[in-house]
């Protein structure tokens, strides 16, 4: 639980951290990765770090140097660890608590411009977040982003619609080449849960079933797809937000594709964030 009785998964340590560092945030200095993923009330991980996605390299070392003098003023200590051109980790201690923090240069091309998170600053939209675990999945075996896209599958939007959207931002992908490759993961022992952080206990043989239904939601819905609309996700204005086009979504979802620092839906340009 966080500081002041905030109801969300980060040690009280990474929640002061993350709250120093707000005023630091702009769009183009965001948190993202796990912490702000499950940054959300419902969610069942921890987050080990806190990671900081910035559009160029310029923005990297100028948010680093901003952020060390922000923790320096408050008396906590930033060890570098590793420090190169568009990427910087360091350890941030104050007495017995530590968490790791990175900088890095991420692209920006993204489906929705970052969002004004009142505990953290700038954080990624919900939605890239969730499209980046999906990649990420598909790149690494690890049960933390396992956990991660069955979380947003869940909470946010289908595994399917998610994995159409991420050929968008990795066009080296087709659906199918990408669901190929997570279709392999999902095949973690208990040992493996247990060495993560986790809100409550989780059953492998409940996640298992659960993933396995995605999977084949997610086949079944990318055959369904027209080719002109790959890589996009759909937004319906009457439900106002992203949604799995299907037999039981509102009939007016539209294509909503990405762009550099993204963009909100054509139809709601006016509106806040969904």
């Given at each position: 639980?966080?500081d002041?009785?905030?109801?969300?998964?980060?040690?009280?340590?990474?929640?002061?951290?993350?709250?120093?560092?707000?005023?630091?945030?702009?769009?183009?200095?965001?948190?993202?990765?796990?912490?702000?993923?499950?940054?959300?009330?419902?969610?069942k991980?921890?987050?080990?770090?806190?990671?900081?996605?910035?559009?160029?390299e310029?923005?990297v070392?100028?948010?680093?140097?901003?952020?060390?003098?922000?923790?320096?003023?408050?008396a906590?200590?930033t060890a570098?660890q590793?420090?190169?051109?568009?990427?910087?980790?360091?350890?941030?201690e104050?007495?017995?608590?530590?968490?790791?923090?990175?900088?890095?240069?991420?692209s920006?091309w993204?489906f929705m411009?970052?969002?004004?998170?009142?505990q953290?600053?700038y954080?990624?939209?919900?939605?890239?977040?969730?499209?980046?675990?999906?990649?990420?999945?598909?790149?690494?075996?690890?049960?933390?982003?396992?956990?991660?896209v069955?979380?947003?599958h869940?909470?946010?939007?289908?595994?399917?619609?998610?994995?159409?959207?991420?050929?968008?931002?990795?066009?080296?992908?087709?659906?199918?080449?990408?669901?190929?490759?997570?279709?392999?993961?999902?095949?973690?022992?208990?040992?493996?849960?247990?060495?993560?952080?986790?809100?409550?206990?989780?059953?492998?043989?409940t996640?298992?079933?659960?993933?396995l239904?995605?999977v084949?939601?997610?086949?079944?819905?990318i055959?369904?797809?027209?080719?002109?609309?790959?890589?996009?996700?759909?937004?319906?204005?009457?439900?106002?937000?992203?949604?799995?086009?299907?037999?039981?979504?509102?009939?007016?979802?539209?294509?909503?594709?990405?762009?550099?620092?993204?963009?909100?839906?054509?139809?709601?340009?006016?509106?806040?964030?969904?």
């Amino acid at each position: 639980m966080g500081d002041g009785g905030a109801i969300v998964p980060l040690t009280p340590f990474q929640a002061k951290v993350a709250g120093l560092l707000a005023v630091n945030r702009a769009p183009d200095s965001h948190l993202a990765g796990g912490a702000a993923l499950h940054i959300r009330p419902n969610s069942k991980r921890y987050s080990n770090d806190l990671d900081y996605f910035h559009d160029s390299e310029k923005r990297v070392a100028e948010a680093f140097a901003a952020d060390r003098a922000t923790l320096e003023n408050s008396a906590i200590r930033t060890a570098v660890q590793i420090a190169q051109p568009g990427y910087i980790r360091a350890l941030v201690e104050e007495g017995t608590d530590g968490t790791k923090v990175e900088w890095a240069h991420d692209s920006a091309w993204r489906f929705m411009p970052a969002v004004k998170d009142p505990q953290a600053g700038y954080i990624l939209h919900p939605i890239d977040l969730a499209v980046n675990k999906v990649l990420a999945l598909a790149g690494r075996d690890e049960a933390r982003d396992f956990l991660d896209v069955l979380f947003a599958h869940e909470t946010l939007l289908s595994f399917g619609a998610l994995l159409w959207a991420a050929v968008g931002k990795d066009p080296g992908f087709t659906p199918m080449s990408l669901l190929e490759l997570i279709r392999r993961r999902g095949r973690y022992q208990p040992v493996d849960f247990q060495r993560l952080r986790l809100a409550e206990a989780v059953d492998p043989l409940t996640l298992k079933t659960k993933w396995l239904a995605a999977v084949d939601e997610a086949d079944r819905f990318i055959r369904s797809r027209r080719p002109e609309e790959l890589g996009c996700l759909y937004y319906s204005p009457e439900a106002r937000r992203f949604v799995t086009p299907g037999a039981d979504a509102p009939p007016d979802a539209a294509p909503h594709f990405g762009r550099p620092a993204g963009v909100l839906p054509a139809l709601y340009a006016g509106d806040s964030h969904p």
